[in-house]
């Protein structure tokens, strides 16, 4: 962030804020929040488009209000979504509660492009005509209705749209700058860009985009079925890769299905992050098991909580019930239940960084706030980054090449390859030909656990989804009951608690903390 402001001290650089999420997938006390814009502001961002996934104003107040009070403009954004809950009269209600909160202005989210064209110039009208505030749009090209969107918003009054530039633009992402500025050219609408230098951007770019060609997804038009499930770009492209991990890329449309019946059970949120991983994963989990909600992941059990916020109408009562265990659902704003947890994380993060020798950065707060979004990750982060081995190597665009047949395969099979220090599952067909190649699920340790049940020794526990093991919580010998927590797994980004199918003693764990898994791995015996 520092090196891009110095690049362009001039152009203000704007963000996203997941509301109390932050950028993590939890909520976070108001003054990790507090603390987090203001360092933020500090290190040059100067636009804060917060959001929240369930659209509960009370999620984005403390951010808002950090923002605006570090001087950096504070918009509020309606996460735009379809269903019969979600009415003119929804996205009127919410503006007006985000201006009393007490913001710049307003952008409305069209996250998977199903904001008709038709609906954009109601919708901009209506907020235009009741409100004095600056309006943005902001649609993702996926379903092929982006480019109208905006034309029709901004004949009704829209003040600024989201478009990028060609080479990176259209499906997963945003309609091209140059198209829209080539369409308002000679309007009472000119944007007065000059045509030809947007090209010489685009042609620096379309050279970038060539050295990430094995991270673009499978898209490339239009896909339709958005229109039902509501799939935003970066989730498309995030289910792609994750049912590739599990061996699983033929079930995506059954997922896209799934997805839209999750989400009327979670009581029709918006599927933008964090609520689209959720819904996703979950979607994912009753596809692969074959049984809706035999498994459910520990953010799905957080939504049907209240632990998110409120939904735009009561989630699946059954489901509810089953979380709750007997408790209350959360009804208050969620973050109220948090005690400041800021101190706290900055002596964990101090004590961690010297057991490891780790040297904190001059702004140690910077580096705090960086484990604490990033748990996972963010301390390993700080101990390799001065060890430029320890990172993928720059991307070089002669990588986009096709993958070449293979001359002399010595069997059919799937393989794991490891290349430059990174594991690859490759699929070899008889023939020789190379069907798939993935990168395989990054893990602890060296290589996959392959467990098999001890023979006679009782009903084997199995990975529902290829990930690491995050916690093992059974000990050996321990006696659970039907329905408790054995062991937490990390997946697609969230974390699956597994949970013993019937009463039994715990008997041959065969994994630990970090440990990668396939899909039927055998993780523990319960006899």
Not at 260 to 278: A, H, K, M, N, Y
Not at 387 to 402: I, K, S, T
Not at 478 to 503: N, P, W
Request: proline share 5%; with cysteine; glycine share 8%.
């Amino acid at each position: 962030l520092r090196e891009l402001k110095k690049a362009m001290p001039k152009t203000p650089l704007q963000m996203l804020l997941r509301g109390q999420n932050l950028l993590g997938y939890r909520h976070y006390a108001d003054d990790v929040v507090e603390r987090f814009v203001e360092r933020a502001v500090k290190n040059g961002m100067d636009v804060f488009r917060v959001f929240d996934a369930m659209n509960d104003p009370r999620n984005m107040k403390a951010a808002l209000q950090a923002v605006r009070s570090h001087g950096a403009h504070a918009q509020g954004t309606l996460s735009y979504t379809t269903s019969p809950a979600h009415t003119l009269q929804t996205w009127l209600d919410l503006t007006e509660q985000l201006l009393e909160t007490g913001v710049d202005s307003i952008a409305i989210k069209d996250m998977s492009g199903i904001l008709t064209p038709m609906a954009a110039y109601e919708l901009v009208s209506e907020i235009k005509k009741r409100f004095e505030v600056r309006l943005h749009l902001h649609c993702h090209a996926t379903t092929g209705m982006a480019e109208m969107a905006l034309l029709k918003a901004i004949e009704a009054g829209v003040d600024g749209v989201d478009t990028a530039i060609s080479s990176m633009s259209a499906t997963y992402g945003h309609p091209a700058t140059e198209a829209l500025v080539a369409t308002l050219a000679g309007t009472e609408h000119d944007t007065g860009l000059d045509i030809l230098k947007l090209e010489n951007i685009a042609a620096y770019f379309r050279e970038v985009r060539k050295k990430y060609h094995a991270f673009e997804g499978q898209l490339k038009g239009y896909d339709s079925r958005i229109l039902v499930a509501q799939v935003p770009g970066g989730m498309l492209t995030n289910l792609e890769s994750q049912l590739k991990q599990q061996n699983a890329a033929d079930k995506l449309d059954q997922v896209l299905a799934e997805i839209p019946r999750v989400r009327e059970d979670l009581g029709f949120i918006p599927l933008v992050t964090p609520t689209s991983q959720i819904v996703g994963t979950q979607a994912v989990l009753n596809v692969l098991t074959g049984e809706r909600y035999k498994t459910i992941a520990k953010e799905t059990a957080g939504i049907l909580k209240g632990e998110y916020g409120h939904t735009p109408v009561p989630v699946n009562a059954a489901l509810q019930a089953r979380v709750l265990e007997g408790g209350a659902p959360v009804t208050c704003r969620p973050a109220d239940l948090l005690k400041p947890e800021l101190a706290e994380l900055e002596a964990d993060v101090r004590r961690q960084a010297q057991e490891k020798g780790i040297t904190l950065a001059g702004n140690a707060i910077d580096d705090v706030l960086t484990v604490a979004l990033f748990p996972q990750i963010g301390l390993k982060f700080l101990e390799n980054r001065n060890n430029p081995a320890a990172f993928e190597p720059l991307p070089q665009a002669e990588a986009a090449q096709p993958v070449a047949k293979a001359e002399k395969p010595a069997a059919s099979g799937i393989y794991t390859v490891e290349v430059e220090g990174k594991a690859f599952v490759v699929k070899v067909s008889d023939g020789g030909d190379i069907s798939q190649l993935t990168a395989a699920v990054p893990a602890a340790s060296s290589a996959p656990v392959q467990a098999a049940a001890p023979a006679g020794a009782g009903t084997p526990v199995t990975a529902p989804l290829a990930g690491n093991i995050w916690k093992v919580i059974a000990t050996e010998g321990q006696t659970v009951a039907e329905g408790d927590v054995l062991l937490i797994l990390e997946a697609m980004k969230m974390e699956t608690e597994i949970r013993a199918a019937q009463a039994g003693t715990v008997r041959g764990i065969a994994v630990k903390s970090g440990d990668a898994v396939s899909v039927g791995d055998t993780l523990m015996t319960l006899a």
